[in-house]
Structure formats: C-alpha cells, structure tokens
C-alpha cells in the first residue's frame, strides 16, 4: 500500500482534530470529502509529513513517517498541494516553480528547467510562466501550486483543495491530467466539488468531526440517499435539506411523506444525509 495509516490521532491543547483514523491507499484517486473543520487539512497534513500524528503509525511508500530517513525519502517522492501556499516576493510563475525543483533537489540545471517547462505546460502556464505572481490571478497562482506537486513525476499526490479558483475549462483540464497519473500512482484529493468527486474517483472517503464516516465508491454513497430524495412543490417537514431544483420544484432530502416523488440520488445527496445537511449536525430521521 502506498498509503497506510493506522489508529492515527492529532490533537491540538484539548481539541482533537483526527480521533482515530485508519487508512489503506494504493493506486487509484481517493477523493476526500466533509465539511469546513471535519480534520481533511488535518489528515492531508499528516499524508504530506508536514504535520506529525499526536498518536498512531503512518507509513507513506513502504516507510515509517516517525523516522528522519523515511519522512525525507516519502519527500524525495511527493507532490503535495497544500490549501493555502505563500510565494517568495518578486518571483515569476518560471522562478517560483524553479525554485521548488532546487529543494527537491534537481541539481542539474538544463534538466531541471526542462523539467520546470514540462509541468508548467501541463497545467496551461506557459504563456504566463515570465508574469510575476503578484500579477496573476488565483487561478493562475493554484495552478503554479499544481504544477510545482507534479515535479519529478511523484509516486504519490496530496492535493488539498486543489481546484479552488480554477474556471470549468482549467478543472477540466485538471480532472484529465490527475486520470492520466492515477493508473500508477496514489492521488488523493481533497474537494467541496462533489462532481470533482464522481468524475475522478473511485473511492471516496468522508469525514466528520475528526473521524471517517464512510469509505466506499461514489455509487455507494449515491444509495445512501436511496429512497430519501424527492421533488415536491413545499419544503416537507421531513426534510432536512431542500433547495429550488432548475424544473422549479423543491429538491429535498429526508424521510419523505407517503406518496412523493422520489427521484434518483447522486452523490452529493448521499453525501450531504450522511453529515446531516453540510455540517448543520441535525439528524436525519430514521
């Protein structure tokens, strides 16, 4: 397994953000899923080694995380697009992208400028890779974060977030260069976009206060939602979440009343009955 964690536990003073989770990951796109303070940055932390676990083992690429030498070998082999990520002053797209590849040790200078424009071109740069970082726009910056992971063809990726920011046009794009990776290597992928989800994965792992609640397929967490999903003209009693679908009727998720117009579950509608409306906590009625 590329990734194996085991019983791992992080607290911070008395507020524990991972109590315990236990993961096995190899080849594939695991995505991540859970609302705003469910341990995801936490747990995708732990995975980078920028963190180490209060408690429980990590092995990252056949080593043990809790010694210098294998922390520094899973290193040597690891893209990692954190949440938020800082650029040195004054640098450009080309300068900044540089200058990661020297701390991941690309001493050869030919080389690794010809491996500097290979990933800025991966990830649709090129053009922009002289403009200095201060002038570009969001996207443009993740999209530097994306292409400094993707240096050295990394055996395993740690993306938090990793599409915010980014127009449909450069998710897309993303979505077909992580595909391509995945047939060889672990990604995984932290994300709000459910359909980020169902597009690229084929695992899926949610997380709720600091625990994982589901680890399955994305079908299997569509049919959580089976037979909980209607369309009705008034927000039902039993519904925990309802919104105003595109035909103008209420999509609503919940325990519907005798006779409604259940309709086939996605993703997100397991998802959000799973953590009970986005993180609201209220409780789905049995």
Known sequence: MDIRLTDVRKTYGRRRALDPVSLDAGPGVLGLLGPNGAGKTTLLRVMATVIAPTAGQVRLLGHDCALPGGRTEVRRRLGYVPQECG?????????????????KEWADRRARHDEVRRVLAVVGMTGEAGRRIRRLSGGMRRRLVIAQALLGDPALLVLDEPTVGLDPEQRLRFRDTVSTLADSRCVVVSTHQTEDVAALCSRVVVMHEGGIRYDGTPSGLAAMADGRVWIGSGRDPGAVLAWRSETGGLRQIGVPPAGADVVPPTLEDGYLLLVGGAGTRQEVPA
Not at 87 to 103: K, N, Q
């Open 87 to 103: 650029f040195p002053a004054g640098f450009t797209g080309f300068e900044y992208v540089d200058y990661v590849a020297i701390l």
